[in-house]
């Protein structure tokens, strides 16, 4: 078919809603946007897991380990899904490891981040996985098959994981002075960096434009920035903290909550590499990698060999 044919097919799909699948033609730059946001999503998952990872030894009772440990097994199943929603577009999994690992391939800022005290897990859970839904809520009418598929299961468990941080504050907030401070300093440390999560303002954004037409992307950047201010902004008051932000008030006219200027050097500062903790995470994520070499050899080994069976049999 002409390539004329093949895109008004493609673009008509695209106008009624009807998802593109793996092997329906589509122009070679839709196919590498995903590709890129796929992927750069699946690494956040995985690489994700690591600052509560960090907090597993050290949960407070045997109920919280267990908890923390189910939330953190869900960010490797939702890597799972994501780069295998992403093997559909063509590349393969090594090849996305290998982006990862040689810095190549970006993953979500705010996982640069220490987790100093028991409560960062609950400011992870309400703020960070908080902004992921909501950005991932769009994500669900994503116009790409198996990443729209992918994200409907995921924000079913990123409900239960911002649940589960909420809560953990809530406790703190009704504790001594000592946990309410805690839960407070939490707090202080993790808002800036969750609003920098939705990314650039629209007007730095340079993928949004064309993401958008593409239905890829449903909200932009600030969009979902906003609808997050909101949503916290209410329920931190239900935790009787405060948000480390002076300029924060509620706007009559806009009916939005009006918030202070975003430190955009720190952001672009964290996603060029030289974030608190950017060179441990990497270091950790591939020293997993290695390690687990032998895991793949023994699968790899094990299908051949029932592979070979079949086929005697
Ligand atoms: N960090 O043109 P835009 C989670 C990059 S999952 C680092 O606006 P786009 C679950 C961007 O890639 C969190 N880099 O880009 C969990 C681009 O560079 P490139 C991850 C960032 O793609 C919770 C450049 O800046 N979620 O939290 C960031 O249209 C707890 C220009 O930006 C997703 O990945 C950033 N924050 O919009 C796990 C959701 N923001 O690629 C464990 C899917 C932007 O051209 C524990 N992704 N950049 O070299 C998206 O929705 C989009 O990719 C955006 C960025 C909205 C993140």
């Given amino acids: ?3 004329k044919k093949l895109e008004e097919i493609f673009q008509h799909k695209i106008d009624n809603e009807i998802k593109i699948e793996p092997k329906d033609w589509m122009p070679e730059a839709y196919r590498k946007t995903n590709i890129r946001q796929i992927s750069q999503h699946a690494h956040s998952e995985v690489v994700g897991m690591l600052p509560e990872g960090n907090w597993i030894t050290r949960a407070p009772s045997l109920k919280r380990k267990a908890i923390l440990l189910a939330k953190i097994q869900d960010e490797a199943g939702h890597g799972l899904y994501l780069y295998s929603a992403a093997e559909t577009l063509g590349i393969s999994r090594d090849e ?3 982006q990862l690992h040689s810095g190549r391939a970006k993953y979500s800022s705010i996982f640069n981040y220490p987790t100093l005290t028991w409560a960062d897990m609950g400011a992870i859970g309400w703020l960070v996985d908080g902004a992921a839904i909501i950005n991932q809520v769009m994500l669900c009418r994503t116009s790409y098959g198996p990443y729209a598929r992918g994200m409907v299961r995921i924000c079913k468990e990123e409900s239960f994981h911002q649940r589960q941080g909420f809560e953990i504050l809530y406790v703190l907030s009704q504790g001594t002075d000592a946990q309410k ?3 407070q300093d939490a707090i202080n440390r993790w808002w800036w960096p969750s609003l920098m999560m939705f990314g650039p303002t629209d007007a730095e954004s340079s993928n949004s434009e064309q993401s958008m037409l ?4 449903r909200k932009s950047n600030d969009e979902l920035r906003q609808q997050f201010v909101d949503m916290i902004a209410e329920q931190v ?3 009787g903290m405060t948000l480390p932000d002076a300029d924060l008030k509620w706007n009559e006219t806009k009916k939005h909550y009006d918030f202070g200027a975003i430190n955009w050097n720190e952001f672009w500062n964290v996603v060029k590499g030289n974030g608190p903790c950017n060179k441990q995470r990497l270091n950790a994520r591939i020293a997993a990698h290695q390690n687990g070499a032998w895991v ?3 699968a790899i080994a094990y299908a051949e060999k029932q592979k070979n069976k079949h086929k005697a049999a």
């Fill in 96 to 98: 996305m490891i290998e």
């Fill in 1 to 3: 078919m002409e390539l």
């Fill in 237 to 239: 008051k239900v935790l």
């Fill in 181 to 183: 401070a805690m839960c």
């Fill in 296 to 298: 793949r050899e023994a």
């Fill in 214 to 217: 593409w239905k890829i992307k």
